[in-house]
C-alpha cells in the first residue's frame, strides 16, 4: 500500500502513476487521490516503487521508495508430539512466502501455584515444517508459538498450541519439617512446599512415615494434604524414631526429608511458684532442670488457653500481665527440648485480689505517754502486712534522723494489728499513718494525736519555786555578790572565745551518740552529747560557758555537766540535737 500527498495547489493535475520493480505501471485519475494498493507481489521480494503526478503537460519528477516483504504468518498442528522433557510441534509455511529461518518460543503454564515461570525461544535456518524442544520440565503445561523471517524481518506470530510434558516423580523432597507436637505416643508433623520446578507433575498427596532405630516403620498416619500436616499415632513412649515425608504424583514418589525425634521429654523444672504483684499481673518463678539435658526453653500455660513460650534453658521467671482481678488462675510450666515431648507439668495457683480496703483506726483506745503512743487498728481481710509511720505535726523537721520528728515502724506482719511508737516528745501533736498491703498494692489511714504531758518536770517546777520563796533573802545576798564577778567572766570568757574544756568520765557513763543513750538533766538543761563539741564519742564535758558548732549552727552552751551530776535523766536518740533546751 502507497500513501502520498496531493500537491498544493493541485495546478492542472489529473491523476498520478506508479512504477515498480516489474516494470509495469499503474494509472490512478483524480488530482485528489492520494493512496494506492498493488497486490500480486512475491512475498520475500523487495520493490522499488516510484510515483509522479500526470496532466495535460508533462509529468512530475518522480518520488521513489524501497519496501521488502516479510512472511506470511505459518500454521503450528494442534497435536504436538511430547515426552517427559521435550516437546515436537509441526506446521506448514504459506506458498506465497519466501521464508529463510523461523523464531521458536514457548513459555510454562504458571497457573498450577508456581510464582517462577520458566520460558525461553531459539533461532533455526530453513523453512518451517517441524522442531522439538529440549530441556522442558517433566509434568509442565507449555505454550508454544512459531515466526517465520526473511531478509525483510520477522512475519506475524502463529496461532499457539498447548502441549504438557509427561508427568516423572517428584525430583525434590518437602521443605522445612518441623515437629508441631511431640506426645509419648505420637507426633504432628508440618512441612512445606517442594520446589516447583522439582514437582515434575501436579502433587496429590504425601508419604509420612516413623522408623525406630532398627529400621521398623511404626505407628499410622493421617495426612491432611491440603495443609502438609500429619499425625503419626501408636509410637511407643522414651523411644527414638526417625519421621519422613515424600512428595506423591503421578508418576511416583519423590525423595524423603527425615528428621530425628524422641518421645521422652526433658526433666520438668522444679520449685515452680506464681505470686501476685500488681492487680493483673502474676509472676511465676521456677528452678530449671538440673541436669538440663537439651532443654531450651519453657513453656506456660493458664487458663485462657494461652500459651507463652520462653527461650533460654536457664531461663527463671517470667510475669504474665493484662489479667483479670478477682479472677483464680490455674498456672502449669513445662520444659521445652527440640523434637522432644514436654516435660510433664507442674502447676500453681494464684487468685488475684485487689488493692486492699483502708485500715479502721480504734481511735478510742489509744494509749498515750510522754514519749509514746499505741495505737491498734483493724485488718482487711485481704491485706498481707501493715506500716505505721509519724512525723511532727505544724512544723518542718529538720532531719529524719531523730525519732522524735518522724519514722516507720518497717513491715509489720499479718497478725500485728498495734503498735507502740517510742522515744516521742511529751505533749507534742503528731501525723500517724497505719497502711496496709497485699499484692495489688495499699492503702492508708492517717490521724492526728499526741503524746503526754511530762507531769515530773511540773513538779520540780514547783517546788524550786518554794524553795526559792523560802530561801529568797539569801539568794538575793549572794545575786549581788555573785554578780558582779560572774559578769567580769563571762566578758572576758567572751572577748577569749573560750573553747570547750573536756576531761575523761567513767567507762560506766561515757555517751555514745551513735547508739542513743539517757541524757541526763541539770536545771532544766540537757547534757550536751560529745559530738556536738567535735570531739570522739566517748567523751564528755563540764562547761560553765563557751560554744559548740554543729552543722547546724552556731550555738552558745550555758550549762552542761558530765553525767555524773544527772538527777532527772531523759531518753535520747541518735542523732538528736539536744541544744533545742539550752
Partial sequence: TVTWTPPSPLGNTTGYRISYTTGS???????????????????????????????????SAPLVVTVSLVPSAPFIDSTPTVSATTVTITGSVPRDSVVTGFLVQWQRDTSGGCTNEDEGSINAT???????????????????????????????????????????????????????????????????????????????????????????????????????????????????????????????????????????????????????????????????????????????????????????????????????????????????????PTSSPIEAQVSLVGVPEKPTVDMDNIETSPTTITTSWSFPPDATGSEVSWELTGQMRRRRASNAEGGTSGRLPKDQNSYTIGRLRSGTSYHITVTVFNPAGNSSTTFTHSTAEDISKSDSSASVAALGGVLGVVIVTAIVVQAVVIVFFIRRLQRAKVRPQSRAIDQSTKASTNTGVEMPTFSGKKYLGPEQFQTSSNEAYGVVRGTGRTAEGEYEVTQALPPSTSSQPTTAAAGDSLYESV
Fill in 126 to 340: 530453513g523453512s518451517f515444517t517441524s522442531y522439538t524442544i529440549t530441556g522442558l520440565e517433566e509434568g509442565n503445561r507449555y505454550t508454544i508459538t512459531v515466526k517465520l523471517y526473511n531478509d525483510a524481518g520477522r512475519g506475524p506470530v502463529s496461532n499457539s498450541v498447548t502441549a504438557k510434558t509427561i508427568e516423572a516423580a517428584p525430583s525434590g523432597s518437602p521443605a522445612s519439617i518441623t515437629v508441631g507436637t511431640l506426645t509419648a505416643n505420637s507426633v504432628t508433623l508440618q512441612w512445606g512446599e517442594v520446589a516447583c520446578l522439582e514437582r515434575n507433575g501436579e502433587i496429590t498427596g504425601y508419604t509420612v512415615t516413623a522408623a525406630n532405630s532398627d529400621g521398623v516403620v511404626k505407628g499410622t498416619s493421617s495426612v491432611n494434604v491440603d495443609a502438609r500436616q500429619a499425625t503419626i499415632s501408636g509410637l511407643t513412649p522414651s523411644t527414638q524414631y526417625t519421621v519422613s515425608v515424600a512428595a506423591v504424583n503421578g508418576a511416583g514418589t519423590g525423595p524423603v526429608t527425615a528428621l530425628p525425634v524422641e518421645t521422652e521429654g526433658p526433666p520438668p523444672p522444679t520449685g515452680v511458684t506464681a505470686v501476685q504483684d500488681g492487680p493483673t499481673s502474676i509472676t511465676v518463678t521456677w528452678t530449671p532442670p538440673s541436669p538440663l539435658g537439651d532443654t531450651t526453653g519453657y513453656r506456660i500455660s493458664y487458663n485462657t488457653g494461652s500459651d507463652v513460650d520462653i527461650d533460654g534453658d536457664s531461663s527463671n521467671s517470667y510475669t504474665l500481665t493484662g489479667l483479670t482481678n478477682g479472677q483464680t488462675y490455674t498456672i502449669s510450666i513445662v520444659a521445652i527440648a527440640p523434637n522432644r
Fill in 25 to 59: 505501471d499503474v494509472d490512478i485519475d483524480g488530482g485528489s487521490t492520494n493512496s494506492y494498493t498493488l497486490t500480486g507481489l512475491t512475498n520475500g521480494k523487495t520493490y522499488t516503487i516510484s510515483i509522479v503526478t500526470t496532466s495535460s503537460g508533462l509529468p
